[in-house]
T-cell receptor, first 115, second 112 residues
Framework: EAQVTQNPRYLITVTGKKLTVTCSQNMNHEYMSWYRQDPGLGLRQIYYSMNVEVTDKGDVPEGYKVSRKEKRNFPLILESPSPNQTSLYFC??????????????FGNGTRLTVT | KQEVTQIPAALSVPEGENLVLNCSFTDSAIYNLQWFRQDPGKGLTSLLLIQSSQREQTSGRLNASLDKSSGRSTLYIAASQPGDSATYLCAVVNNYGQNFVFGPGTRLSVLP
């Protein structure tokens, strides 16, 4: 089944403890992206990647890192999480470079709580 | 900077009604527009994608139109069903094709 898989689904952690949220897609998609969704602010892009070894900042990249060493994986790293990073996180992927006329496929989300 | 708005923010209708959801964007230099559905606690599911050169797309009971010059799109849902209850989001891709800018969504409730 074609899908975008995120893990974990739920994560509770403490301030400053490094964590990684994994994202994997099995559709051979070139484009991958991370979003956070917050009440009243909607979906905002954190980072995106047009292809392997190519990543770029979205609208809210501060406090996050990403890497794209393989086409299928795009992990999101929080080196020193803070409470304002408590949010619902989504990974997404698309077939074509730059989303050109290709639907965006989303994972089921990771709900992160930082205390 | 591109901004996307959606009206109404919430909508409650009885089953069987036809309804229209609205999406507006400030910069008409878009590559395409996409409508998504989001169920509570879940990810987004792509419903329809309209390329900038197209006027509309249809899938089953859903029809989406695009008026690029006026910065508007509508999602028409025919014969609504309780299973249509969800939040519907629109998003536009800029001409560089790098990022979707999402609207805040319309929360739809279809009552049996």
């Amino acid at each position: 089944e074609a899908q975008v898989t995120q893990n974990p689904r739920y994560l509770i952690t403490v301030t400053g403890k490094k964590l990684t949220v994994t994202c994997s897609q099995n559709m051979n998609h070139e484009y991958m992206s991370w979003y956070r969704q917050d009440p009243g602010l909607g979906l905002r892009q954190i980072y995106y990647s047009m292809n392997v070894e190519v990543t770029d900042k979205g609208d809210v990249p501060e406090g996050y890192k990403v890497s794209r060493k393989e086409k299928r994986n795009f992990p999101l790293i929080l080196e020193s999480p803070s409470p304002n990073q408590t949010s619902l996180y989504f990974c997404a992927s698309s077939l074509g470079t730059g989303l050109r006329n290709s639907p965006l496929h989303f994972g089921n989300g990771t709900r992160l709580t930082v205390t | 900077k591109q901004e996307v708005t959606q009206i109404p923010a919430a909508l409650s209708v009885p089953e069987g009604e036809n309804l229209v959801l609205n999406c507006s964007f400030t910069d008409s230099a878009i590559y395409n527009l996409q409508w998504f559905r989001q169920d509570p606690g879940k990810g987004l599911t792509s419903l329809l994608l309209i390329q900038s050169s197209q006027r509309e797309q249809t899938s089953g009971r859903l029809n989406a139109s695009l008026d690029k010059s006026s910065g508007r799109s509508t999602l028409y849902i025919a014969a609504s069903q309780p299973g249509d209850s969800a939040t519907y989001l629109c998003a536009v891709v800029n001409n560089y094709g790098q990022n979707f800018v999402f609207g805040p969504g319309t929360r739809l409730s279809v009552l049996p």
